[in-house]
């Protein structure tokens, strides 16, 4: 149920039925169960939590999850979890900008994939740390990595996830000016979207309406605002907050500057934590760009 309802976007749902999963685990007896189900229940229960977490505003909380679930993954050394682990801890990291950690992470996850023939996974942390050598500096191979990544992925026929799996690459092309790859893999990853996919694409798109060669700055704002329209509807503060600071950043580019920091402001002071995220690094920081 957990699961099901984090695809639909029901996020707050979700996290209810993670954590009553959670409070049902007894180690004794359950930890034999992964033979049978193919992974540990106490921990994909919980770094699917970790993920809701953060993107219900709880950063912190969020951090701390991922460092209990990763430490019970190694305890449980059943290696199927183990690598899930690692691959979504990795994953996570990337919102803290830790990406030392994060392509460390997937790399072993990657490691310990391929030599047990868990092919999805090892695709998921390719493309994971593809993403950690672009962010640091390596862009040419980072975007390479990324794309091999996907395209096997591809060929498991493993299409359900493929737009998370897509979304930092579109983002990597957009970042160096390759805008017609950018634009061929959202329309891929649109067409295999779930719900819980729906603000990130919008903002993506709105971002893409802005890196063409003709930017639409009417489209782009579009997107944006219905990116934080569909945050909010599915409780998702850290992608309302994610949007907002796109549209604040293209209003400001329009001299409305009020309006830009009005809702900027609006959306950080909701949060009381997670401030050592990125996105709300870069939001202050604009906050304050802005008050100037």
């Known amino acids: 149920m957990g699961e099901c309802l984090w695809r639909l976007g029901r996020l707050g749902e979700a996290s209810a039925h993670y954590n009553r999963a959670l409070g049902l685990y007894n180690a004794r007896q359950h930890r034999l169960l992964a033979s049978d189900y193919g992974m540990d229940l106490w921990i994909v229960c919980s770094f699917m939590l970790s993920w809701i977490e953060l993107f219900l505003g709880r950063a912190d909380q969020a951090a701390t999850r991922t460092e209990a679930t990763l430490a019970y993954a190694r305890e449980v050394g059943h290696a199927f979890s183990l690598a899930c682990a690692m691959f979504l801890v990795a994953w996570i990291e990337r919102y803290w900008g830790r990406w030392q950690v994060q392509q460390k992470l997937a790399h072993s996850a990657d490691t310990l994939a391929a030599q ?13 740390e593809g993403h950690a050598l672009f962010a640091q500096g390596r862009r040419d191979e980072g975007i390479a990595e990324m794309a091999e990544a996907l395209r096997e992925y591809r060929q498991l026929g493993a299409l359900s996830n493929l737009t998370d799996i897509s979304m930092p690459l579109i983002d990597a092309y957009m970042k160096v000016g390759q805008t017609e790859h950018a634009q061929e893999l959202l329309a891929e990853a649109v067409s295999n979207a779930q719900p819980w996919n729906d ?11 802005l890196a063409q060669p003709v930017p639409d700055p009417q489209e782009a704002e579009t997107c944006f605002r219905r990116s934080i329209e569909v945050s909010q509807q599915q409780e998702a503060k850290f ?19 009020t309006e830009a920091r009005a809702m900027l402001n609006d959306i950080y002071n909701w949060f009381t934590e997670g401030f050592d995220t990125i996105d709300m690094k870069e939001a202050k920081a604009l906050l304050t760009q802005l008050s100037t």
């Open 116 to 128: 047990n023939g868990f092919a999805e996974i090892s695709c998921w942390a390719r493309g994971v």
């Open 199 to 209: 603000a990130e694409l919008l903002r993506l798109k709105g971002n893409l309406c």
């Open 239 to 257: 992608f309302e907050l994610r949007a907002t600071i796109c549209l604040a950043q293209l209003l400001a580019s329009q001299n409305r500057r």
